[in-house]
Each structure stands twice: as structure tokens, then as C-alpha cells.
């Protein structure tokens, strides 16, 4: 969408940009629109404004070291889980760092084709909770290009919300092998998805982080309801015998919550459930 | 294989009634051997010596019910789960309660047709731990037959230690659907199995039951190496939507441990989860 008007070069698999550099990227679902962004497997050096992480969690470390050594600009994570922006900071530095979520969902589907999935909100900010130009900057030039993007003055809060409901959703859905809104017809999938919820909050409130209970329940329960026909992407992953998130997702809020002093027994429990189907054989 | 010996009446389903009463009950995998009881789907008056309860958990009340007003003989439970003899006690009265577990594997193929999946030994015993003279002519009758059986004078203990087993292993591998064996090859489910024994340990003690911690993980990895190959009944129920006894497992060891104050967070847990997963639709 950014290269409606900015130059846009988007590193990914080599199969999907050739694609992309051939045919433009095709998006459907809730967005109909080709791209037509430049398309690499690898960064050259560069004098690019901006640098948008996208990888999943695990990856952050490699692809924030492939950026620092080519480019010099802020880095901008919209991923998801905790600790990418401490990763992002330790390799590149602080102020290189820009914090961020987006609740977009999207399916990959073949070289050059995605799925937008279901619309979302894209929030971004400081890591030190000042209002800069630079992210007054980053947030318009998403918004006019049909990406709503808001600046938050907390970003690790929305981070960490964003975590607490994905903790929440996203490896239950991969155990039970349902659809995300069956966390509401079920009520024990529903109970379980709020003691999930209720573990992760007290770890964030013992970390500074500003949540309330059940303001993060409704928000895990309508966040299950907008996305009710979706497979979550641990789910998928599960699936594809691919590894998970579930260490930046569920286990950086045990590790925070630990450190506290929280004991976090029921995601404890479920991360040692989905390291277990991780590369699993599924059963008749 | 009783009725090798006795007059056997076996109470099942219709379909599987009138097979065996047409062609006898065929018996294949560790045992080949076609057996000839009678077979009904409902008992009549009787002037039998024991009747052997061998139904799901959550039958027992029913069964009993029906056995209770048709003889005085008493009541033998060979089945899974804790509370089964209590239940038998309740509604035929203590002194027609026997005890008892059997580690033998067997899956229903279809009318008529059962297969012996796994060797195992059968432990009976009066509830008050007392050696009776009927205990043992039952035991000495079962084992004359061929089916092996063993007085204990803690039937409590041994039925505790087959359900922390079973709690361990069979939820488990219905959650991760694996087989057995994976419970082993596998560190983080390894982890996870000998988390439910040590909470389930902890249980039986602050109940009485003289159980060991490290005995009973090394019987538990046993059991899931000597069943390896097998899918846990639980599994077996989960995979067809039907339900399972986990109540009367996990269940059973989670309410006589909150009684007296033991936190069984990975128990509570899981069952939930299995709940969850009862009647659930299975994902793609």
C-alpha cells in the first residue's frame, strides 16, 4: 500500500518476489488492489527513510542485523509479541527504535498473492513515550496511503495488550484445532481463555504496564468474535509442523511475570503443549 | 474366558449381544481364542456369584442401579477412574464391594469382535483391606482362566496408582493426539506427563494413599513404552465425539486434592481442556 506513493522495496523469499517484481502483488479479501513495490531477497545498502519489520519474533535478531549493517535509518517493528524492541535496540540502538502493532490480518497464499483477511488498526510510537515528528511523519504517511495508523504516547502497553490477547487466543485455538470464535461457544475454551487472560494481566500490572482485567477480557472476547472464521496463525503454523511464537507471545509474559514473582502456572502449562506439537506427527 | 469354566452372562449392546450369542465373542491380537458366553442387553433376575462392572466411569450409577435389584452377588469394578467402588457402595451397600483394576488393553472392532491389545495384570482387593476367603476364590477362578489376577490389601492404592498413570498419560495424549510412545520421544509432553504425576502424587499423599513420586513416574513412562504403539482411549473418545472419562481421572484426583488444600493448576488445566474438546469440531 505504501508504494501508492513512496518507493517501497520489500525483502522476502525469493519465489515471492519474482512474483512481485513480474506481476506486482496481487492482495484480495477485504483490500482489492496489485502493488507494484520493488522486491529483493536481500538488502543492499541503502538510504531509506524507514525500515518496517514484519518478520515473525524468532527472526527479529537476523533480519534487525541484516538492516543496521545497510542502512542507517529508525526501524519500525509491527510485529507480533514482546521483545522485539528491546531487540531492535540492542543491535541498532534506542533511538533507531520505533515501537508498533497492527491487527491486520493476512493470509499468504501462493508467490505474489495475499490474503487481507480482516481490517485492523496500526498503532505506533516512541519507546520512550515522546511525541516526535518522526512518528507524526511515519503514522500520516501510512494513513494517506490507506493504512489508519495512530500514534500512542504507551506503545508498550498496546504491545503488551495486543500480546495478552493473542496469549490468550492464539495457542488455545492451535490445541483445540478450532476456528478463533469457538473460544465463545465453548464454555470451557471460554473459561480457559479468561484464566489465560487474568495470569498475563497481573504479570503486566507487576511489570508497570498499565492493563485492567476486564477491560483485556472484552477486548480477547471481541477480538475471538471479529476474527470468528479465522484459523489463528499458531494454528496454521501448528498445522505446517512450523514453529510457533509461542516464546515472544505466552513465554515473554511468564518471563516477565516470574521475574515478578507471578506464577503463571496455566501458560506455563500451555507453552510446554504447543513445544510439544511443534513438529509433531497429527493423529489419524 | 470366564465362561471357559463358568456361566458367563455377558450384558452389552444389542448388535454385539446377538453376534456373540450367534457366533461366540472372537478374540484376537495377544489372545486367539473365541469365547461362547451368553449375552443379553439387560439383566435378569439372578442368583449369580459376582458380576464384573467393566463399564465407562460415568456408567457406573447406572449400572449399579440395575445389578443392585436383580442379585445380591457381589459387585466387582474392573474399570478406570477413582470413585467407581464408592459409587457401588452407595447404592449395593459396602460389604457387596469389591475392588479392583486391570492393565489389559482391549479395543472393540466391531459385533462380536474384540481385540487383545496389550497384556496387563488384574489387582482385586476388599475396599477395608482385609484378605477374605471370596477374594481370593474370585482371584484363583480369574487367574484358572487365564486371566491372571492378584489380591492386594491396599486395592486403594493400586486403584489410585493405575488413575494417576492414566491422568498422566491419556489426556495428554488426547490434547497433543499422539500416540503413547511420543509421551516418551518427546522432552516437552516428557515434561508435561511428569508434572500431572508429581501434582497427582502430591494429591494421593494428603489423601492417605501411599504412593511414591519416583516410583510412579518410572511406572508411567513404563506404561507409555510398553503401549507405545496405542492410541489412548481418550483419544480414541476425543477423535469420536463421544465423552470421556475425565472426570472420573484427572477429575477425581483434582477434587480429593483441593479437599484437602493441594493447587493442582496442570490437572485443572488440562481437564478443561479436554472438556473443550469433547463434541468439539476437528479443525482441517
Known sequence: MLSKKHD????CRKSHAEEIKRNGLRISGETDYVAHPDAATS????????????VKA?????????????????????????????????????????????????R??????????????????????????????????????????????DIRREIWRKAIVNASINPLTAV????????????????????LCMEATIAAKSNGIDVDETEIIKRAEEVAYLTR????????????????????????IVKAGMKKGVEMPANSFLIELIKAMENAAVAP
Chains 1, 2 share one sequence.
Do not use: F
Request: charged letters at 25%; aromatic letters at 4%.
Open 8 to 11: 517501497v522495496l520489500l525483502v
Open 43 to 54: 538488502l543492499k545498502k541503502s538510504d531509506a527513510e524507514l525500515a518496517i519489520l514484519t
Open 58 to 106: 524468532y527472526d527479529t535478531r537476523q533480519a534487525v542485523k541484516e538492516i543496521a549493517g545497510k542502512c542507517n535509518c529508525p526501524i519500525l517493528s509491527l510485529q507480533n509479541g514482546i521483545g522485539n524492541e528491546e531487540t531492535i535496540s540492542e543491535i541498532a540502538g534506542s533511538e533507531r527504535t520505533i515501537g508498533g502493532i497492527t491487527t491486520h490480518g493476512v
Open 108 to 153: 499468504y497464499v501462493s508467490p505474489g498473492n495475499i490474503i487481507h483477511t480482516g481490517k485492523g488498526e496500526t498503532i505506533i510510537g516512541e519507546m520512550d513515550n515522546s511525541l516526535t515528528r518522526r512518528v507524526k511523519k511515519y503514522a500520516d504517511a501510512m494513513t494517506e496511503c490507506g493504512i489508519e495508523t495512530k500514534v500512542s504516547r
Open 176 to 195: 483445540l484445532r478450532c476456528k478463533n470464535g469457538y473460544l465463545l461457544e465453548n464454555k470451557h475454551a471460554k473459561q480457559l481463555m479468561e484464566k
Open 229 to 252: 472464521e479465522n484459523y489463528s496463525s499458531m494454528l496454521q503454523s501448528i498445522i505446517r509442523g512450523k514453529k510457533t511464537e509461542i516464546d515472544y507471545i505466552n513465554g515473554e
